[in-house]
């Protein structure tokens, strides 16, 4: 059970970047997929999430309307589509899933498997 986010770099605020997560083995059965980030000296707080069951995705106040969660079940991936990059949007993200569906997708401590996190940084 392995989750690997990648694709993390430098931006200038108003940019994109698409953020990539190669699942493998139970995590890609999981029926969430979920983003989440930390900033330096802050706590770990959810982007978005995707429920295959239910075919849907929830996002952040935060990135909503900036940010796409996708998922290709095909190749086992999981994406982070992110425009209109803010300096906040600066921080470690994380890839994370869970094996059944919660109705608290935003937070963490419900999700079961977690990939090391790529850092994007958003320059003003």
């Known amino acids: 059970v392995q989750l690997q986010a990648f694709g993390g770099g430098l931006v200038q605020a108003g940019g994109r970047l698409r953020l990539p997560c190669a699942a493998s083995?139970?995590?890609?059965?999981?029926?969430?997929m979920a983003w989440f980030r930390q900033a330096p000296g802050k706590e770990r707080e959810f982007v978005a999430a995707n429920s295959k069951s239910r075919n849907r995705a929830y996002y952040a106040d935060s990135v909503k309307g900036r940010f796409t969660i996708s998922r290709d079940n095909a190749k086992n991936m999981v994406y982070l589509q992110m425009n209109s990059l803010k300096p906040e949007d600066t921080a470690e993200y994380y890839c994370?899933?869970?094996?059944?569906?919660?109705?608290?997708?935003?937070?963490?401590?419900?999700?079961?498997?977690w990939g090391q996190g790529t850092l994007v940084t958003v320059s003003s």
């Open positions: 994370a899933s869970r094996l059944i569906w919660t109705v608290q997708y935003y937070n963490p401590v419900h999700y079961h498997f």
């Open positions: 083995g139970r995590s890609f059965s999981a029926d969430a």
